[in-house]
């Protein structure tokens, strides 16, 4: 079983929608929480940044963690065809070795 | 402020050969991190120097090797290149090891014949 889990998609959402994007993770010890976008042929750059469980908000983008689930999620509100990307979860027991899922393609249809 | 810097962009090596990538953190950052990204898989950690030192490393071969000069610029050497090593190469960089947050570069994309 890998250690972080996230459904590859691709997901398609017409503009303006809610989106969901969710990690799971197997290890209880994890209590860093990332959320990064991908553009393509672009490194990933860093949306929300979480320590350990609740909600944080920024802008459209809101980030969850739930760690009696193992679940991690963002969400995006009012999407837009600049959102199109990948985004990938990442979570940390300490403060280095970041364990990345595998990322969603999202695309949001204009 | 700039942001992480890698170089070059693109490389195309034969199998057998050595790659070296370059990375410059952002400005007053003292760790380095390398990440493998290959297709179809997530961001695989490979590497990390702060303050010169090789602090942890991911589960790769001793070919994949690096250092971290004095001014916290990173060079990752990868040597006998094989098919598989083809991806493109991350360098993230953080203030410090306390719950800082790993800022990314663009990435070199490295391809192996």
């Known amino acids: 079983q890998k250690e972080v889990e996230q459904d590859p998609g691709p997901l398609s959402v017409p503009e303006g929608a809610i989106v969901s994007l969710n990690c799971t993770y197997s290890?209880?010890?994890?209590?860093?929480f990332m959320w990064y976008r991908q553009y393509s042929r672009k490194g990933p750059e860093l949306l929300m940044y979480t320590y350990s469980s609740g909600n944080k908000e920024d802008g459209r983008f809101t980030a969850q963690v739930d760690k009696s689930s193992k679940y991690i999620s963002l969400f995006i509100r009012d999407s837009q065809p600049s959102d199109s990307a990948t985004y990938l979860c990442?979570?940390?027991?300490?403060?280095?070795?970041?364990?990345f899922g595998t990322g969603t393609r999202l695309k949001v249809l204009a | 402020e700039a942001g992480v810097t890698q170089s070059p962009t693109h490389l195309i090596k034969t199998r057998g050969q050595q790659a070296t990538l370059r990375c410059s953190p952002i400005s007053g950052h003292t760790s380095v991190y390398w990440y493998q990204q290959a297709l179809g898989l997530g961001l695989q950690f490979l590497l990390w120097y702060d303050e010169g030192e090789e602090r942890n490393r991911g589960n790769f071969p001793p070919r994949f090797s690096g250092r971290q000069f004095p001014n916290y610029s990173s060079e990752l050497n990868v040597n006998a290149l094989e098919l598989e090593d083809s991806a493109l190469y991350l360098c993230?960089?953080?203030f410090g090891q306390g719950g800082e947050t790993q800022y990314f570069g663009p990435g070199t994309r490295l391809l192996v014949l």
């Open positions: 993230a960089s953080s």
């Open positions: 290890n209880s010890a994890f209590q860093y």
């Open positions: 990442a979570m940390s027991v300490g403060t280095y070795k970041y364990i």
